[in-house]
């Protein structure tokens, strides 16, 4: 499993590992062509879609996906106090 600290360093992600992150966070992608799109848990039917750069990861895309971890975790924290 890829750990989140690859997102530390948000310009040197390497697509494979970013996609194998949001696997272990999101689930299997839904690829349509060089885009594998994951769908959040939220209402509204969010996603994040992820193209390769190179071998690299897109950076906008590797701060969406930062920003969808960070989510996730201040929701779970905020239903474990309730």
């Known amino acids: 499993m890829i ?6 360093s948000p310009t ?8 194998t992150l ?4 999101f689930g299997e ?10 769908k959040m848990p ?3 039917d969010p996603r994040i879609n992820l193209q390769r750069d190179g071998a690299k990861a897109k950076l906008y895309q ?3 996906v930062q920003r969808a971890i ?3 975790g201040a929701e779970n924290a905020k239903a474990r106090h309730q």
């Open 22 to 25: 949001c696997s272990s966070y």
């Open 42 to 44: 939220w209402p509204g």
């Open 3 to 8: 750990d989140r600290s690859i997102l530390d």
């Open 12 to 19: 040197n992600v390497r697509f494979d590992d970013l996609v």
């Open 70 to 72: 960070d989510r996730m």
């Open 29 to 38: 992608p839904r690829i349509a062509g060089s885009h594998h799109i994951f």
């Open 62 to 64: 590797v701060r969406q």
